[in-house]
């Protein structure tokens, strides 16, 4: 039997003019809008808005929700394939992974709550992030975080690294879901704007796939979960503009979360879906309910008559503005399947969670708000959730271009090798980050099977299945800043062969696309450019991007009016699938005597690397050569290496070249190696030793395996190179010209230390 609540199970007339004032256009800004966008509000409305309205059409028309100018870039993206169970426009995306299997992921930001106030603002990222993947009928199985900031000696740097920190680990931890891998970078373009990105996975059965619906006409929508206060208040809109020495003043639009009541959430919500209680589930994001009960409307193509007096609240005298626009955390809608409401009320109930039924179903396509017996709020659904787009002009910045084809020829190389070495092993982008993720539980759930910092990607097992799913987060923003186009493809790069060095076949892409003011015509080039190489790069590795986030405005507005945005940096998240678990591959050297093999055709150059960055002040070059046939031929090669039992220790070259990951993996295993580089891998010893490519990899294997390796390697057409043999107590590389030759414990030293006494 269907509840019957007040007046909005009653027909009330179309047309009526709601509660309120109407709001004049010189106010439109109060609410996000400029006045082009607030005519056009007029013009759907056929009249000026009351300020709730405004307010309504100013958040889901923020950049946050809206996406106005990301959009039409985002449409060129490839999001198709066979392994897609379901692509962009749902709270995640799905892909199939085998045995009627789907993994749910996506990516989102929190960058700008955590500005102001990095422990909540990180913890209801992952809050948030989670909710996405329960919505989709899948069980969180891990949390991925990609996080940026400042100059670590800084104290500003280490404060927000602690606070984000903590904030991940109290919310994680406490719910339950381990955080299983990530990366953290540090550039002076993050020092006052960081950035902290979640990404999470979750497994569910092919037939449990739910959708963000409000189904049919006459379903009736259930608000669940937290009560409703004025906390984040005006969030989608904070989070489409500067941060700016004022932005202090917006710490209510930071959300307030509570790990404990989500993993009720979590379960009841799991368990409702299981029992065939629900037609749709919604998350509560940014804009709170207005974007969930409006999103859901409009997927349906229906209409919603909404009670806002029904909602439960934590304060007194909320107004319906307040109660439409909170982000109070931890809250679901939920329809009801039709006849099964009271049994769904029951469950949650059950639960210890609020369960109010507060809307019902029509076919009026529109969003009508009553408070009580009153219409404060009646708009069309359709432009509500259709914001306004916009192409921009993109131009490059000259003097990013003049640093790209700036010459290396004045640089010298350094008489002292060694010192390089540990030097790079000590920045802060290269060093040991045990002393962040040993904060995690990682174990929890018992699936995590490579754990973090023991192999590039992390590996989960699937239980019940001898299948397992791993996932990596990447981006060199550097990379992105002097090439946008070609760094944003070597993101998707080097997330490929992250997976492939545990031996994992890549499947799909999540990404969050970091930029600052879009209206600005350099940051437009980048975002554009960027675009276009995860679109290149996707195709050519069969990785479709199923859903992912955009952050813009992601720049501080100093008190001088001077302005400074974060490089552009389009973090991506991809996960892909090991038939065999339990042949994968870790890192670490294993066992003296084994054999050094450096597979691909990649030349390290000198341009745009940390070496360049750190040792020499210079950020400038070109970023790695990119063949993406040579990329697909190692990743596909590497995997099935792994995949067919011949290796069961690699790494990429990555951060910090040759040398660097070499001399990780001695660290790692507690054993020393001694290699001889190809003389002809680069121009100079440096380059060799230091240098960065697109498609290199590194294996350790038993002689007696190496004639396997040879042959795949043959029939892939992908060279492979014996460099030397794993033993001793020191890391010792030999190229022409140079060599580096550095005891394991002096390079441990200086790996495992820099991290650990900024958190200190």
């Given at each position: 039997?269907?509840?019957?609540?007040?007046?909005?199970?009653?027909?009330?007339?179309?047309g009526?003019?709601?509660?309120?004032?109407?709001?004049?256009?010189?106010?439109?800004?109060?609410?996000?809008?400029d006045?082009?966008?607030?005519?056009?509000v007029?013009?759907?409305?056929?009249?000026?808005?009351n300020?709730?309205?405004?307010?309504?059409f100013?958040?889901?028309?923020?950049?946050?929700?809206?996406?106005?100018?990301?959009?039409?870039?985002?449409?060129?993206?490839?999001?198709e394939?066979?392994?897609?169970?379901q692509?962009?426009?749902?709270?995640?995306?799905?892909?199939?992974?085998g045995?009627?299997?789907?993994?749910?992921?996506?990516?989102?930001?929190?960058?700008?709550?955590?500005?102001?106030?990095?422990?909540?603002?990180?913890?209801?990222?992952?809050?948030?992030?989670?909710r996405?993947?329960f919505?989709?009928?899948a069980?969180?199985?891990?949390?991925?975080?990609?996080?940026?900031?400042?100059d670590?000696?800084d104290?500003?740097?280490?404060?927000?690294?602690?606070?984000?920190?903590?904030?991940?680990?109290?919310?994680?931890?406490?719910?339950?879901?381990?955080?299983?891998?990530?990366?953290?970078?540090?550039?002076?373009?993050y020092?006052e704007?960081?950035?902290?990105?979640v990404?999470?996975?979750?497994?569910?059965?092919?037939?449990?796939?739910?959708?963000?619906?409000?189904?049919?006409?006459?379903?009736?929508?259930?608000?669940?979960?937290?009560?409703t206060?004025r906390d984040?208040?005006?969030?989608?809109?904070?989070?489409?503009?500067?941060?700016?020495?004022?932005s202090?003043?917006?710490?209510?639009?930071v959300?307030?979360?509570?790990?404990?009541?989500?993993?009720?959430l979590?379960?009841?919500?799991?368990?409702?879906?299981?029992?065939?209680?629900?037609?749709?589930?919604?998350?509560?994001?940014?804009?709170g309910?207005?974007?969930?009960?409006?999103?859901?409307?409009?997927?349906?193509g229906?209409?919603?008559d909404?009670?806002?007096?029904?909602?439960?609240?934590?304060?007194t005298?909320?107004t319906?503005?307040?109660?439409?626009?909170?982000?109070?955390?931890?809250?679901?809608?939920?329809?009801?399947?039709?006849?099964?409401?009271?049994?769904?009320i029951a469950?949650?109930?059950?639960?210890?969670?609020?369960?109010?039924?507060?809307?019902?179903?029509?076919?009026?396509?529109?969003?009508?708000?009553?408070?009580?017996?009153d219409?404060?709020?009646?708009?069309?659904?359709?432009p509500?959730?259709?914001?306004?787009?916009?192409?921009?002009?993109?131009?490059?910045?000259?003097?990013?271009?003049?640093?790209?084809?700036?010459?290396?020829d004045d640089?010298?190389?350094?008489?002292d090798?060694?010192?390089?070495?540990?030097?790079?092993?000590?920045?802060?982008?290269?060093?040991?980050?045990?002393?962040?993720y040993?904060?995690?539980?990682?174990q929890v759930?018992?699936?995590?099977?490579v754990?973090?910092?023991?192999?590039?990607?992390?590996?989960?097992?699937?239980?019940?299945?001898?299948?397992?799913?791993?996932?990596?987060?990447?981006c060199?923003a550097?990379?992105?800043?002097?090439?946008?186009?070609?760094?944003?493809?070597?993101?998707?790069?080097?997330?490929?062969?992250?997976?492939?060095?545990?031996?994992?076949?890549?499947?799909?892409?999540?990404d969050?696309l970091?930029?600052?003011?879009?209206?600005?015509p350099?940051?437009?080039?980048?975002?554009?450019?960027?675009?276009?190489?995860?679109?290149?790069?996707?195709?050519?590795?069969?990785?479709?991007?199923?859903?992912?986030?955009?952050?813009?405005?992601?720049?501080?507005?100093?008190?001088?009016?001077?302005?400074r945005?974060?490089?552009?940096t389009?973090?991506?998240?991809?996960?892909?699938?090991?038939?065999?678990?339990?042949?994968?591959?870790?890192?670490?050297?294993?066992?003296?005597?084994?054999?050094?093999?450096?597979?691909?055709?990649?030349?390290?150059?000198?341009?745009?690397?940390?070496?360049?960055?750190?040792?020499?002040?210079?950020?400038?070059?070109?970023?790695?050569?990119?063949?993406?046939?040579?990329?697909d031929?190692?990743?596909?090669?590497?995997?099935?290496?792994?995949?067919?039992?011949?290796?069961a220790?690699?790494?990429?070259?990555?951060?910090?070249?040759?040398?660097?990951?070499?001399?990780?993996?001695?660290?790692l295993?507690?054993?020393?190696?001694?290699?001889?580089?190809p003389?002809?891998?680069?121009?100079?010893?440096?380059?060799?030793?230091?240098?960065?490519?697109?498609?290199?990899?590194?294996?350790?294997?038993?002689?007696?395996?190496?004639?396997?390796?040879?042959?795949?390697c043959?029939?892939?057409?992908l060279?492979?190179?014996?460099?030397?043999?794993?033993?001793g107590d020191?890391?010792?590389?030999?190229?022409?010209?140079?060599?580096?030759?550095?005891?394991?414990?002096?390079?441990?030293?200086?790996?495992?230390?820099?991290?650990?006494?900024?958190?200190?």
């Open positions: 039997m269907t509840p019957r609540i007040g007046h909005v199970w009653t027909e009330a007339p179309l009526a003019l709601p509660v309120g004032a109407p709001v004049a256009g010189d106010r439109a800004a109060t609410f996000g809008l006045a082009a966008e607030f005519a056009q007029v013009g759907h409305l056929g009249r000026a808005p300020a709730l309205e405004a307010a309504m100013g958040a889901l028309w923020s950049e946050h929700c809206g996406y106005k100018n990301s959009r039409p870039l985002l449409r060129r993206l490839p999001t394939g066979p392994q897609v169970l692509g962009p426009g749902e709270n995640a995306g799905v892909v199939d992974v045995e009627g299997w789907g993994l749910a992921f996506k990516m989102e930001s929190h960058n700008h709550p955590s500005a102001v106030e990095p422990v909540q603002g990180a913890a209801t990222g992952v809050g948030g992030i989670l996405d993947i919505a989709m009928g069980r969180p199985i891990a949390i991925l975080d990609a996080l940026r900031f400042g670590l000696t104290e500003r740097t280490r404060y927000l690294l602690h606070g984000v920190v903590e904030g991940i680990a109290a919310y994680g931890n406490a719910i339950g879901v381990p955080t299983v891998g990530g990366e953290i970078a540090f550039h002076p373009s020092q704007n960081p950035l902290v990105n990404m999470a996975l979750g497994l569910l059965r092919h037939e449990d796939l739910q959708s963000g619906t409000v189904g049919a006409v006459g379903r009736v929508l259930l608000y669940v979960g937290s009560k206060g984040g208040l005006g969030g989608a809109v904070f989070a489409s503009a500067d941060l700016s020495a004022d202090d003043a917006d710490r209510p639009a959300q307030v979360g509570d790990p404990f009541l989500e993993k009720l979590l379960e009841a919500c799991l368990e409702a879906i299981a029992a065939g209680l629900v037609d749709g589930v919604q998350d509560m994001g940014a804009a309910i207005t974007s969930s009960v409006g999103e859901m409307a409009h997927r349906a229906l209409g919603v909404f009670d806002v007096g029904r909602v439960p609240r934590r304060e005298g909320m319906p503005l307040e109660v439409m626009l909170s982000e109070s955390q931890e809250r679901m809608v939920l329809t009801a399947a039709p006849g099964r409401e009271r049994e769904l469950l949650l109930e059950k639960w210890e969670l609020d369960a109010v039924p507060v809307g019902i179903v029509r076919d009026h396509g529109r969003f009508r708000i009553f408070d009580g017996d219409l404060v709020g009646d708009m069309p659904v359709a509500l959730n259709e914001a306004p787009t916009y192409v921009r002009e993109g131009r490059e910045d000259p003097a990013v271009a003049a640093a790209r084809e700036r010459s290396l640089v010298l190389v350094p008489t090798l060694d010192s390089v070495l540990t030097d790079l092993l000590a920045h802060p982008d290269i060093a040991s980050k045990r002393a962040v040993r904060r995690y539980d990682h759930m018992t699936n995590t099977v754990v973090p910092g023991a192999g590039d990607a992390a590996v989960l097992r699937i239980k019940g299945s001898s299948r397992g799913v791993a996932a990596t987060v990447d060199n550097r990379y992105v800043y002097l090439a946008p186009r070609r760094g944003a493809a070597l993101a998707v790069v080097e997330a490929a062969r992250n997976l492939a060095a545990v031996g994992a076949t890549p499947l799909g892409v999540t969050n970091n930029f600052g003011n879009p209206t600005v350099e940051v437009y080039f980048q975002m554009s450019e960027a675009v276009e190489g995860l679109r290149e790069a996707c195709l050519a590795l069969r990785t479709p991007v199923t859903g992912g986030n955009v952050s813009l405005y992601n720049q501080y507005r100093a008190p001088d009016g001077r302005v945005a974060v490089l552009p389009p973090t991506v998240g991809m996960v892909g699938v090991l038939p065999d678990v339990r042949r994968r591959a870790l890192m670490a050297f294993e066992r003296d005597g084994d054999e050094v093999w450096l597979l691909g055709a990649g030349r390290p150059t000198l341009g745009a690397t940390t070496y360049l960055a750190a040792v020499h002040g210079l950020e400038a070059g070109a970023p790695p050569e990119l063949d993406l046939a040579a990329v031929r190692l990743v596909t090669t590497l995997a099935s290496l792994v995949q067919d039992g011949v290796v220790t690699a790494h990429d070259v990555g951060d910090g070249g040759v040398a660097v990951a070499l001399a990780e993996m001695a660290i295993g507690n054993r020393g190696v001694d290699a001889a580089l003389k002809d891998l680069a121009e100079r010893p440096d380059a060799a030793l230091f240098g960065e490519a697109a498609d290199l990899a590194l294996v350790a294997l038993p002689a007696d395996r190496t004639d396997a390796l040879r042959r795949a043959a029939a892939a057409g060279p492979a190179r014996r460099l030397g043999a794993v033993g020191a890391i010792r590389v030999g190229a022409d010209g140079g060599a580096v030759a550095v005891p394991v414990a002096v390079a441990r030293a200086a790996f495992e230390g820099t991290i650990e006494r900024a958190l200190a």
